[in-house]
């Protein structure tokens, strides 16, 4: 899938507010370079949970409570290795709000290339 097929989708699930058919689809959907592991729907919109090899991981929402989600952008907060939010990295003390898709992409290169956590 790529990446403006994920943004599609991604959108249209929102939109339809259904369950996300993405979860269990046969392709794989994809932020940039990285692999959503688990895309579940919350608030009337999406979580899209990452994993990296150092341990680290994060989580990406658009809903309606979420920092800019009612205008289209992401939130993103950067994971630990047990999957808690992880406030003490370099890339933010809080989470990171009004995203575009090419800005939560490199926000996840930066948490991928993080020490191991």
């Not at 630990?80 to 709000?97: E, K, M, Q």
Request: glycine share 12%; aromatic share 8%; charged share 25%.
């Amino acid at each position: 899938m790529t990446h403006e097929e994920c943004r599609q989708a991604i959108s249209e699930a929102v939109r339809d507010s259904a369950p996300c058919c993405l979860f269990n689809a046969p392709q794989k959907v994809w932020f940039g370079t990285h692999y959503v592991q688990r895309l579940k729907h919350v608030l009337g919109g999406l979580q899209c949970l990452f994993r990296f090899e150092n341990g680290r991981g994060a989580s990406v929402i658009r809903h309606r409570e979420s920092y800019g989600g009612d205008e289209g952008f992401w939130e993103l907060a950067v994971l630990d290795s047990s999957g808690a939010l992880d406030y003490s990295t370099p890339i933010t003390s809080d989470v990171l709000g009004g995203l575009t898709d090419d800005d939560v992409a490199c926000a996840l290169g930066r948490i991928e290339a993080l020490e191991r956590g």
